[in-house]
């Protein structure tokens, strides 16, 4: 199975994995135009596209994946061939305190994508077309202490996040199975690297420990996660979108499994001897706070089907990615002080005049 996009609806992109993405396929596909529709909330910063904003074959359209008029419009316009669905609530503390937004934003606004993406791939603008959601692990549930996720294990989300990612998924699969559209669905563990924004787990510890703040661990610290550079899911997107036979689902992991309180050593160590510190002394910030409800106690992936389906392995192991995801945050600092600060907020007048 081969798919070459010559338009893509990329949703979500000024956020981490969009962004990351939006550079990688510029640039391994120059060929292909790119459209971003973001609706820029906390999450979404201009900033992350500044080197590509000027490129001819990007275009950023700040809007609602809800606003059903504007995607048919974009979807026409553009003669968009592959719709890739970033755009989400995408944080589980936040789905904890405010769950509604999760269901309005990644339910319903998926179900808006979907609809108009039939409408247009059931019109004669386009030969071929492809659907790809980008969904995350968390749908599978918890795990103990053995065993990892397949695409055959049942959804069992646990976080009013992943159960409106679960509820996306299953929208998508019913677009497959109902109307023949041809969906691809994707399902990732832990990303990390540039552009994450810093109220999770590991650009938090980088911010926290240069400005010598507490380390929060939630619960025991036991948790396990498992890593993936956003640059290696990113490659497995490409793979996925490119060559997947429609209607397939595909975990991508990347074979990194590490307890939270062995991160937060890592990333503690690393820094003492960047920042010319004491040996231990950064690791004397962690605080151990109440458990986050609902907390999963473990995820690790088995991405052996994509593996042997399309070929794809990561190329980062958690020891080389952390190290240069350090290096890149105190590279950085700027963009990380425009975060915590708000000033991102207001690139895209800087950039484009009054938001619309
Ligand atoms: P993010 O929170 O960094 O970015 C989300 C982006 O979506 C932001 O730019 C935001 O402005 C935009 N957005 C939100 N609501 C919108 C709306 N209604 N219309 C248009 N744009 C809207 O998220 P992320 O970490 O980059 O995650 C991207 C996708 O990957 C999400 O679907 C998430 O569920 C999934 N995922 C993330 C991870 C992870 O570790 N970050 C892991 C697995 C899966
Ligand atoms: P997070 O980055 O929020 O991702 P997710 O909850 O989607 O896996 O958290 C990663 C892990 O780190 C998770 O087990 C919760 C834990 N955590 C802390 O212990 N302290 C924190 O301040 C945060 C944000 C997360």
Same mark, same amino acid.
């Given at each position: 199975?081969? /798919?070459?996009?010559?338009?893509?609806?990329?949703?979500?992109?000024?956020?981490?994995?969009?962004?990351?993405?939006?550079?990688?396929?510029?640039?391994?596909?120059?060929?292909?135009?790119?459209?971003?529709?973001?609706?820029?909330?906390?999450?979404?910063?201009?900033?992350? $596209?500044?080197?590509?904003?000027?490129?001819?074959?990007?275009?950023?359209?700040?809007?609602?994946?809800?606003?059903?008029?504007?995607?048919?419009?974009?979807?026409?316009?553009?003669?968009?061939?592959?719709?890739?669905? /970033?755009?989400?609530?995408?944080?589980?503390?936040?789905?904890?305190?405010?769950?509604?937004?999760?269901?309005?934003?990644?339910?319903?606004?998926?179900?808006? $994508?979907?609809?108009?993406?039939?409408?247009?791939?059931?019109?004669?603008?386009?030969?071929? /077309?492809?659907?790809?959601?980008?969904?995350?692990?968390?749908?599978?549930?918890?795990?103990?202490?053995?065993?990892?996720?397949?695409?055959?294990?049942?959804?069992?989300?646990?976080?009013?996040?992943?159960?409106?990612?679960?509820?996306?998924?299953?929208?998508?699969?019913?677009?497959?199975?109902?109307?023949?559209?041809?969906?691809?669905?994707?399902?990732?563990?832990?990303?990390?690297?540039? =552009?994450?924004?810093?109220?999770?787990?590991?650009?938090?510890?980088?911010?926290?420990?240069?400005?010598?703040?507490?380390?929060?661990?939630?619960?025991?610290?036991?948790?396990?996660?498992? &890593?993936?550079?956003?640059?290696?899911?990113?490659?497995?997107?490409?793979?996925? $979108?490119?060559?997947?036979?429609?209607?397939?689902? =595909?975990?991508?992991?990347?074979?990194?499994? &590490?307890?939270?309180?062995?991160?937060?050593?890592?990333?503690?160590?690393?820094?003492?001897?960047?920042?010319?510190?004491?040996?231990?002394?950064?690791?004397?910030?962690?605080?151990?706070?109440?458990?986050?409800?609902?907390?999963?106690?473990? =995820?690790?992936?088995?991405?052996?089907?994509?593996?042997?389906?399309?070929? &794809?392995?990561?190329?980062?192991?958690?020891?080389?990615?952390?190290?240069?995801?350090?290096?890149?945050?105190?590279?950085?600092?700027? &963009?990380?002080?425009?975060?915590?600060?708000?000033?991102?907020?207001?690139?895209?007048?800087?950039? =484009?005049?009054?938001?619309?």
């Amino acid at each position: 199975m081969s /798919f070459t996009p010559a338009s893509i609806l990329i949703t979500g992109g000024a956020g981490f994995i969009g962004s990351n993405f939006i550079h990688s396929f510029l640039a391994n596909n120059p060929g292909c135009r790119i459209t971003n529709l973001d609706m820029l909330t906390y999450a979404g910063n201009l900033k992350n $596209l500044t080197d590509v904003a000027e490129n001819s074959q990007y275009r950023f359209v700040k809007g609602d994946i809800g606003d059903a008029a504007l995607v048919a419009s974009i979807l026409v316009q553009e003669k968009v061939d592959a719709v890739v669905h /970033f755009a989400a609530e995408s944080h589980v503390d936040r789905s904890i305190t405010g769950p509604e937004i999760f269901v309005r934003t990644n339910v319903l606004g998926t179900q808006v $994508l979907l609809e108009e993406s039939r409408r247009h791939w059931q019109s004669d603008v386009v030969t071929d /077309f492809r659907f790809l959601q980008i969904s995350t692990d968390e749908v599978y549930g918890s795990l103990g202490d053995t065993g990892f996720f397949t695409e055959e294990t049942p959804l069992a989300a646990n976080s009013p996040y992943s159960a409106s990612k679960a509820g996306a998924d299953l929208l998508v699969r019913a677009y497959h199975e109902t109307f023949g559209l041809p969906t691809l669905n994707t399902r990732c563990s832990n990303n990390y690297g540039p =552009y994450h924004f810093p109220e999770k787990l590991i650009p938090l510890l980088i911010h926290n420990i240069i400005n010598k703040k507490p380390l929060p661990i939630y619960g025991d610290g036991l948790n396990v996660r498992d &890593w993936l550079h956003v640059r290696d899911h990113a490659s497995a997107i490409e793979v996925v $979108l490119k060559t997947a036979q429609p209607g397939s689902v =595909y975990n991508i992991g990347g074979n990194n499994e &590490w307890k939270n309180i062995d991160i937060v050593n890592l990333v503690c160590d690393l820094l003492d001897s960047r920042l010319k510190r004491e040996p231990g002394e950064n690791r004397q910030l962690i605080s151990f706070v109440k458990d986050r409800p609902g907390h999963d106690r473990r =995820y690790a992936i088995d991405a052996s089907r994509l593996k042997n389906d399309l070929g &794809w392995e990561p190329e980062y192991t958690f020891e080389s990615g952390i190290a240069e995801t350090i290096d890149w945050y105190l590279d950085h600092q700027e &963009w990380v002080a425009d975060v915590t600060s708000g000033t991102y907020l207001t690139y895209y007048e800087k950039q =484009y005049g009054e938001r619309p």
